[in-house]
């Protein structure tokens, strides 16, 4: 009996592995190749499926999901023979398992080597400005190259990015000198445009305000010289109309002249020879005056020095 039952374990072991290597389980997003007898036969699909046991086995298992790679620096030789080193990262696809098992042995590394090359040869057309201001023309023209040579691998290029471009060092200390250069030469510049712009504010304000100010001087002095002038109207008018004679403005002009004689520096009078004329009916009360009298003609003047103080 024992043998019997060594047997039935045996073929229940069988019949297990057989199942298990009869129903193939593919996860989402992902292929499967099948060989018999080593000769490739279908590519299995996301799902349940079904193979012939110890017949068909599993070649590769390959993920359909967009892929990321980078790669690690690069030595590059620009058109100046600058040296400068490029980190690249490729963002590729399979969308053919068969292609992509059988018509390169290892398509990562054939993708490395081919990103290689061909950023040489961009590179070694440009000098080393323009291979820095240029990413996205190097991009794309890696990109076009790259999914035109990995088509027939069943691989799709759909993304190439250049992640650093480092010159030398010598380069580099260069380059941020000039660059500071730059940058204090913007900054000077910005200050004496501030600087300028502020000096002509200031002159437009004092331009501005020496205007406003002669104005209002001119309109100060036309309002004085008009109060005056009407004061002037006024008091003639007045005059005038009081029908004042020669002895009223005789009798006026002696007591303006207290206000006249103040101050040491009124030496001289000038007199109009009409309040002479006038004075002359006043001879009698205003006998300290005498050399006042005199001339009767019309028009003219008498001059009257003021005494000299003595100590």
Sequence with gaps: MEPIIIVLIILVVLVFIALIKTIQVIPQASAAIVERFGRYTRTLNAGLNIVVPFIDSIRNRIDLREQVVP?????????DNLVVNIDTVIYYQVTDARAATYEVASY????????VTTLRNIIGGMDLER???????????????????????????????????????????????????????????????????????????EKQSAILRAEGEARAAALRAEGEAQAIR???????????????????????????????????????????????GLSGAMGNFGPMGGNSGGGGTERLEKPAVTD
């Design 71 to 79: 790669f690690p620096p690069q030595p590059v030789i620009t058109q």
């Design 108 to 115: 990562i590394q054939a993708i490395e080597q081919l990103t």
């Design 131 to 205: 291979t820095l201001t240029s990413r996205e023309e190097i991009n794309a023209a890696l990109r076009g190259v790259l999914d035109e040579a990995t088509g027939k691998w069943g691989i799709r290029v759909n993304r190439v990015e250049l992640k650093a471009i480092e010159p030398p060092t010598s380069i580099q200390d260069s380059m941020e000198k000039q660059m500071r250069a730059d940058r204090d030469k913007r900054a000077a510049i910005l200050t004496a445009e501030g600087i300028r712009q502020s000096q002509i504010l200031t002159a437009e304000g």
């Design 234 to 280: 006024t008091v003639f008018e007045s005059i005038h109309a009081g029908d004042a004679d020669q002895k009223l403005l005789a009798y006026q002009y002696l007591q303006m002249l207290p206000k006249i004689a103040e101050g040491d520096a009124n030496k001289l009078w000038i007199v109009p020879s009409e309040i002479g004329d006038a004075l002359k």
